[in-house]
């Protein structure tokens, strides 16, 4: 058996363990409801339809080339700028409209307005144009959660530029490697930014990567957390003086409907990043209708809450460009949840009025965990639809955020997706699909997805599988920057059969479908973990950890853990000069978040002599898998030397696996 379909076969083990609470509404929906009996009946039509919610300076001439499969070429021949329907078009009516009301984590508050924005956009366009930056150039953003930083995306779009935006938490190293990948020439971000009281310096961080990235001409420097910062004549510049200088207007620059709108990096199967590219048309078409139909957006009286940092793809689609398109009045928070105090998100809910909540599995258990007495403090009456994405909810979770977050008044939509598929894939339509815990239900009206076996066969109802679409969707990735191989390798070749004309997107996920139809989602399937609903790379973290002068190998596992869903385990063997111990468990530790970005520190780090490993010397990562999560061990034939694991066990058991 594959390692693959050993971790769907655990996973599904671990579903028969805890079932999903009963009770619920069962009454299957697939095939009813107009809008996915629409969709089904003339797709491209479908498609066609809903890129009428955008501003097009020229309609497209065909609506799907798939000639060049699988480069898709959404709207051919479209001509759009992004900005125009997310702002220009909003001026006339409604100008005054509030596009996001922002918070500090210090308690300082903005109102932007929809005609604000604008005029910051177009400012801070001229401003970049003036530094040099055209249709086509890079630019990098490294920044906190402030408003400029959607206004920075919407300025790079205004002028037709890619926007590269790098998390905040990310290292100088994993920063200047997306910097040096994109080739970006100009760098945006903050002095710093304001996370759990404290202030993350990004500047700082930033200059250490830009000793690395030489493609970098220009930074502009926000300034948030007012702290001396150094800069670099002719090179740095405040972002307040550039900005002023400039008249609030400036047209916006036409460009194709599949121009690249930006690179996101996210991680794979290797230590390399690989940069998602999302392109204009077809990704405003598809982040714009998802989130109508599945936040059910009315344009004037909702107040609309993603929490996502705008760093990760949520951000980017249902924190910027779907809301802004769709008219929403968003709010925009800069910092920990548990600031000032554990009820700032509800506090949050209950100032702002918020209608609409949008965030993630980890984020309710952490609340979960702190109990129900931060919740009675506010009022939280104003919410009416709840959603969650990232990471599978475990049943649990849902039931905590439908019944004592909404009141049980609020259906909760659980929404399944990634960076490449830009937007919501598997997710209910509220009010015409009826949910169940733990489930993201359907594909949305206009997706096709199945669960396959290994030879690409759908698998019968509640058998474990691969998740994959089958046909072409709008928000489709377009490639992986600059590396047209490893796209076709990672996500086509293996379930396509080219010859056949038939194209399959593998998304590295299990799943498995029970007999309404409804999909359960399984986990990753691949090298790849979910921390926090943070995609984290093993590689990545493995050759952080080998980078270390004490370590000689490094396998790294995802275990489940009850507040993050999965938690690093690390499993290391030392050169032989060197003592393990838990100071140089916390060593390791500290390297990797370094090296990487806190979000990628091993919660546990245990150290072995030597690593199971096959007779053709490959880590047996499935074993350590087992022992992290302390399963019965499968088949052991395969091992070079059976001893090792024995070992292994021996040392999680007695507690030497370091954890913090
Ligand atoms: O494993 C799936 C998980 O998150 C992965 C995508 O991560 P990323 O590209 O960073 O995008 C996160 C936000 C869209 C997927 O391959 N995932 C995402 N949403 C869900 C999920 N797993 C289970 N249920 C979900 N709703």
Redesign the pocket.
Known sequence: MSDARQTIEALLDEQRRFPPPDGLNRRAVVGSGDVYREARADVLAWWAKQAERLVWRRRWDEVLDWSRAPFARWFAGGRLNVTESCLDRHLPEHADRVAYYWEGEPGDRKIITYGSLHAEVCRLANALAALGVQKGDRVALYMGMVPELPATMLACARLGAPHVVVFGGFSAEALADRIADAGAKVLVTCDGAWRAGQVVPLKATADEALSRAPSVRHVLVVRRTGGDVPMLPGRDHYYDELVSAHPPWRPATECDAEDVLFILH?SGTTAKPKGIVHTCGGYLTYVTTTHSMVFDVHEKDDIYWCTADIG???GHSYAVYAPLANGTTSVLYEGAPSHPDKDRVWDTVERYGITTMYTAPSEIRTCMKWGDSYLARHDLSSLRLLG??????NPEAWMWYRDIVGSGRCPVV???????TGGLVIAPLPGVTTTKPGS?TLPLPGVAADVVDGQGRSVAPGEGGYLVITEPWPGMLRGIDGDEERFFETYWRRFSRPEEGRWVFF???GAKRDSDGYFW?L??VDDVM?VS???ISTLEVESALVDHPAVAEAAVVGRSDPETGQAITAFVTLRSVVEADDDLAEELRAHVSRKIGAIARPSSVVFADELPKTRSGEIMRRLLRDISERRELGDLTTLADAGVVQDIVERAKAGRAATG
């Open positions: 996210t990760w793809i949520t969650t994405v990232g990471e599978p909810i659980d929404t399944w997706w990634q960076t490449e993201a998304s590295g996920d989602l986990g990753r979910c609903g943070h995609r």
